[in-house]
């Protein structure tokens, strides 16, 4: 099944070039240029993962991926920086980043995120749809 | 510790710092255009190798990215080059039009990220001072940061050099929601070293949201 990823940053040509790559390697990719564009975009679809740029105009990456995990929990977020603090590092992690790369980087590295981030959606709904067939099972008393 | 940091040398340094932080960021976002482009001009030649129909125009449009990124880091690089050697001398002669538009390019990330635009009207002629060049771009730099906190909804600063009898002025404008308490706050104990470094006085205008940076002409003979 295609990786369908949603790509957040404010440069468009980083943004034009990295989708040509990935969709070279058969991923179904969505971009924003923005965080109130990309916000808009995971509201209305659902994505295997988000890479998201720590740093953008107006709204930055950590108060976006916290928007986006108030919205949608379940959602695996990767986020791209030009300049990673530790502190900055920890408080994505809290926020429920699953990862943080270092820009320029590697694209063999982005797209194992991205499939590591796949499975961890994957296993999560997995989980959802077991507890609530337990549920299920309990309240009908089969 | 503290006590042995000069603070003059101390404001210098931090205003340094986060200029290097925001630069470094820029030629990272750079690099990481550079990179992919690499990383694409790999995926075609491989695509290539395996007989597949390459796309010209793409690998044109490709050819001016990359020529983009190169110009966009040789200007952060220069800017960067700029501000470096605004310590070599404690006093030089410089262009406040110039001296402003740098300031505006060095700025840009950090105003931009908070969701800012600043831009200055600059003089048909040159404005000549003599002064010590890299503490005017720090205070600049302080009196931008703290006109983002109390401009209009607009989130517009605007800076208008003139040339007066004693020197000449800078005026920031668009500072709307500016009041004399936040003014007083801003006057911190670096600001006012570095004020009175310059010669420099500060006069703030809360009716109409501006305020004046006065600079003498010559930094060497102030006229007090």
Same mark, same amino acid.
């Given at each position: 099944?295609?990786?369908?990823?949603?790509?957040?940053?404010?440069?468009?040509?980083?943004? =034009?070039?990295?989708?040509?790559?990935?969709?070279?390697? =058969?991923?179904? *990719?969505?971009?924003?240029?923005?965080?109130?564009?990309?916000?808009?975009?995971? &509201?209305?679809?659902?994505?295997?993962?988000? *890479?998201? =740029?720590?740093?953008?105009?107006?709204?930055?990456?950590?108060?976006?991926?916290?928007?986006?995990? &108030?919205?949608?929990?379940?959602?695996? *977020?990767?986020?791209?920086?030009?300049?990673?603090?530790?502190?900055?590092?920890?408080?994505?992690?809290?926020?429920?980043?699953?990862?943080?790369? &270092?820009?320029?980087? =590697?694209?063999?590295?982005?797209?194992?995120?991205?499939?590591?981030?796949?499975?961890?959606?994957?296993?999560?709904?997995?989980?959802?749809?077991?507890?609530?067939?337990? &549920?299920?099972?309990?309240?009908?008393?089969? | 510790?503290?006590?042995?940091?000069?603070?003059?040398?101390?404001?210098?340094?931090?205003?340094?710092?986060?200029?290097?932080?925001?630069?470094?960021?820029?030629?990272?976002?750079?690099?990481?255009?550079?990179?992919?482009?690499?990383?694409?001009?790999?995926?075609?030649?491989?695509?290539?190798?395996?007989?597949?129909?390459?796309?010209?125009?793409?690998?044109?449009?490709?050819?001016?990215?990359?020529?983009?990124?190169?110009?966009?880091?040789?200007?952060?690089?220069?800017?960067?080059?700029?501000?470096?050697?605004?310590?070599?001398?404690?006093?030089?002669?410089?262009?406040?039009?110039?001296?402003?538009?740098?300031?505006?390019?060095?700025?840009?990330?950090?105003?931009?990220?908070?969701?800012?635009?600043?831009?200055?009207?600059?003089?048909?002629?040159?404005?000549?001072?003599?002064?010590?060049?890299?503490?005017?771009?720090?205070?600049?730099?302080?009196?931008?940061?703290?006109?983002?906190?109390?401009?209009?909804?607009?989130?517009?600063?605007?800076?208008?050099?003139?040339?007066?009898?004693?020197?000449?002025?800078?005026?920031?404008?668009?500072?709307?929601?500016?009041?004399?308490?936040?003014?007083?706050?801003?006057?911190?104990?670096?600001?006012?070293?570095?004020?009175?470094?310059?010669?420099?006085?500060?006069?703030?205008?809360?009716?109409?949201?501006?305020?004046?940076?006065?600079?003498?002409?010559?930094?060497?003979?102030?006229?007090?």
């Amino acid at each position: 099944m295609t990786d369908k990823i949603l790509i957040v940053d404010d440069e468009q040509d980083f943004l =034009d070039i990295i989708s040509d790559r990935l969709t070279a390697r =058969d991923m179904n *990719v969505s971009t924003a240029s923005s965080a109130k564009d990309a916000i808009k975009q995971i &509201e209305e679809d659902s994505f295997d993962a988000v *890479v998201l =740029d720590l740093m953008m105009p107006e709204m930055d990456g950590l108060e976006t991926l916290k928007i986006m995990k &108030e919205k949608n929990p379940d959602l695996q *977020v990767i986020l791209l920086t030009g300049h990673a603090t530790v502190e900055k590092g920890i408080e994505a992690m809290k926020l429920g980043a699953m990862d943080l790369i &270092e820009k320029p980087a =590697d694209l063999a590295t982005i797209v194992d995120r991205i499939k590591r981030a796949k499975t961890e959606k994957i296993i999560l709904v997995e989980k959802k749809s077991e507890k609530r067939i337990r &549920e299920i099972l309990t309240r009908k008393g089969w | 510790m503290s006590n042995m940091i000069d603070p003059l040398g101390e404001a210098g340094l931090q205003f340094y710092s986060k200029v290097s932080a925001s630069i470094s960021h820029e030629i990272k976002n750079s690099l990481a255009v550079l990179n992919e482009s690499a990383g694409y001009l790999e995926d075609v030649t491989l695509m290539a190798k395996k007989g597949m129909e390459i796309n010209m125009e793409r690998l044109e449009s490709l050819a001016g990215t990359m020529l983009k990124q190169v110009q966009r880091t040789n200007g952060i690089v220069t800017n960067m080059n700029r501000l470096a050697h605004s310590l070599d001398d404690p006093a030089s002669q410089v262009d406040l039009n110039a001296l402003l538009e740098l300031m505006i390019s060095l700025s840009e990330r950090t105003t931009v990220t908070r969701g800012f635009k600043v831009s200055a009207a600059f003089s048909d002629s040159a404005i000549t001072i003599t002064t010590h060049p890299f503490f005017l771009e720090n205070l600049i730099w302080l009196i931008l940061d703290f006109a983002m906190n109390i401009t209009g909804d607009e989130k517009t600063i605007a800076m208008v050099p003139t040339k007066t009898e004693s020197g000449a002025e800078i005026n920031f404008t668009g500072l709307d929601k500016m009041t004399e308490n936040a003014f007083n706050d801003f006057l911190t104990q670096h600001v006012r070293l570095i004020l009175a470094a310059l010669h420099c006085t500060l006069q703030p205008n809360e009716n109409i949201g501006k305020i004046t940076l006065h600079v003498p002409g010559n930094i060497t003979h102030p006229v007090q």
